[in-house]
């Protein structure tokens, strides 16, 4: 039978919960409710139930899961009220502002005995599982420095993600869901994070992140949000011991160079304006194998399929809060480190 969900914040997100639970094969939509009067016409409109509060919401019995997809800062109150209440609780990225606030949520998830994850959504983007199954598959050895990034040109959204109070700013919005992805490709322990946080359309908030990570064997990664680039850089590089890879953007398919031998008979130099290089020249086919590998299949919604079995016993959940709470470490220390504009080294790694 399917889950009855009720989803708090009926805005951008709220709405596409919404809608995935209207086409759901095994989530059902009970309704919604949001403070602002206009959202809840909006949702009577489109033949939703809109709920007069949380509380009410809280007292349904029919409503097996509250999905929380407020602005960031109310995040903590509403799924701690909805465990308390018997609840279980999905909660929109970021899940909470600080670590403390996280830690109180899970102790509320504790004491209820019910499931609560979070939203990554990200973890089924094509270009994210393409990157994985490289790695996965080793055809290119082990990995050596992945670079993972988003560009945009327009600066932060005007809403509440330009406001400090609310959770604004981009390590908390795109950060976030690069961060996770990062973790989930290099499974290792952090040693050392260095971040710079932009300022170039508002100093309320960052409005973009440059993060560089170095993992317990030496792995290297570097995480980029920007929102003032007018070029973008490709969405993924990594290096590896016999190959690289690169995704130039979302829709593209993931482009693989493979070494066939390290050493070469010839080598044809390029010339530039200094001269001629052999070091940086390309190398050639007889050494070199380049190919593409099809975009893999991907279904978001296997996310709710994957909360309502762990709900019933019947899977363990996908997003853990484990995880969740070392992306949220590694976001303090990314304001941390572009506060002070210091590395910040884990002595015994995390
Ligand atoms: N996972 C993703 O891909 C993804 C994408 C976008 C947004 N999000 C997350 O979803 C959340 C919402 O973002 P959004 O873009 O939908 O914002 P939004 O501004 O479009 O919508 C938020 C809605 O919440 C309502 N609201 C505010 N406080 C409330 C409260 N206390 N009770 C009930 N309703 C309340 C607002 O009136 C608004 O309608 C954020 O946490 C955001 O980071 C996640």
């Known amino acids: 039978m399917k889950k009855n969900i009720a ?7 709220g709405g596409w919960h919404a809608n995935h639970a209207l086409k759901s094969d095994v989530i059902a939509l009970g309704g919604i409710f949001d403070i602002k009067e206009e959202r809840q016409q909006a949702a009577r409109d489109a033949g939703i ?38 609840k279980n609780v999905v909660c929109e990225k970021p899940v909470a502002l600080s ?34 199954s490289i790695i996965e598959s080793g055809e290119i050895g082990e990995t050596i420095n992945i670079e993972s990034r988003v560009h945009g040109s327009r600066g932060i959204p005007s ?28 499974p290792e322990k952090i040693v050392k994070i260095y971040c710079e946080l932009t300022n170039i359309t508002t100093n309320e908030v960052d409005d973009g992140m440059h993060l560089m990570l170095t993992f317990e064997s030496g792995k290297r990664a570097t995480v980029e949000v920007g929102t003032y680039n007018f070029i973008y850089m490709p969405r993924f590089y990594m290096q590896c011991k016999t190959g690289s890879a690169l995704i130039e953007d979302w829709q593209k398919k993931c482009k693989v160079a493979k070494m066939k031998a390290w050493n070469e008979k010839e080598v044809m130099p390029v010339q530039t304006a200094a001269g001629i290089t ?22 978001v919604h296997d996310f709710y399929r994957n909360v309502v079995k762990a709900i019933d016993g019947k899977e363990e959940q996908l997003i853990k809060l484990c995880e969740v709470r070392r992306v949220l470490q590694v976001m303090e220390a990314c304001f941390k480190s572009g506060e002070t504009g210091q590395a910040i080294i884990f002595e015994n790694g995390f």
């Open 7 to 13: 989803v708090v914040g009926y805005g951008g997100q």
């Open 49 to 86: 139930k809109a709920y007069n509060s949380l509380d009410e919401i809280l007292a349904d019995n029919s409503i097996d899961i509250v999905v929380c997809a407020t602005p960031n800062d109310v995040h903590k109150d509403i799924v701690i009220r909805s465990l308390e209440a018997g």
């Open 99 to 132: 670590i403390e606030d996280f830690d109180d949520m899970c102790e509320a998830a504790k004491k209820a005995g019910k499931l609560f994850t979070v939203h990554q959504n990200r973890r089924w983007d094509v270009d994210f599982l393409a990157i994985k």
């Open 159 to 186: 809403d509440w993600r330009c406001l400090k109070p609310y959770g604004g700013g981009m390590v908390l919005d795109w950060g976030v869901h690069l961060i996770d992805q990062m973790l989930q490709l290099i």
């Open 278 to 299: 052999k070091t940086m020249a390309p190398r050639d086919e007889i050494t070199l194998d380049t190919y593409e590998i099809e975009r893999p299949t991907s279904d």
